[in-house]
């Protein structure tokens, strides 16, 4: 019995060595295929992230153009502001430089005339204030949009 046991037992033994050698390689096989789907998901994250990177740049892109344009129209908003408001002053100052004049024809009493001297003292300032007011606008208007151009 002796020299039969030896046989079969390296007989299964070997068949045991091929059927654990086909499992390996079974296993290796599943381990590259799992693999080759994790480069192939890395690689469409890989251009996600790149298309993502593009559009975040073309964003940005936008949304600067959107803040130059909205500062572009706030600076001329508030240029228009300033002519509108200095053209409604215009009439009212002439009116009561007009009225004055007609005033001054009849003779003011002494108080009023006191009172005319305040509110001329006081056109005055606002035409100085707005003046100063509408050069320095323009002068940083001009910086800004004559700079930027050249």
Same mark, same amino acid.
């Given at each position: 019995m002796g020299g039969v046991l030896g046989p079969v037992l390296g007989l299964l033994t070997i068949i045991l060595l091929v059927q654990t050698l086909r499992q390996t390689d079974e296993a290796?096989?599943?381990? $590259?295929? !799992?693999?080759?789907?994790?480069?192939?998901?890395?690689?469409? /994250?890989?251009?996600?992230?790149? +298309?993502?990177?593009?559009?975040q740049k073309m964003t940005e892109r936008a949304l600067s153009a959107?803040?130059?344009?909205?500062?572009?129209?706030n600076d001329f908003? !508030?240029?228009t502001t300033l002519v509108r408001y200095y053209q409604e002053r215009i009439p009212?100052? +002439?009116e009561? @430089?007009?009225?004055d004049r007609r005033a001054g024809q009849f003779g003011l009493a002494e108080a009023?005339?006191?009172? $005319?001297l305040e509110e001329w003292k006081q056109m005055l300032s606002d035409r100085r204030n707005l003046? /100063? @007011?509408?050069? +320095?606008?323009? /002068? $940083?208007?001009?910086? $800004?949009?004559?700079?930027?151009?050249?």
């Open positions: 290796l096989t599943q381990s $590259r295929e !799992a693999l080759q789907q994790s480069r192939d998901e890395l690689e469409l /994250t890989r251009g996600e992230l790149l +298309k993502g990177q593009e559009i959107q803040i130059a344009l909205a500062q572009r129209r908003d !508030a240029a009212e100052l +002439k009561r @430089i007009d009225r009023d005339l006191h009172d $005319r003046l /100063t @007011i509408l050069q +320095k606008e323009s /002068t $940083r208007l001009v910086d $800004r949009y004559c700079d930027n151009q050249t």
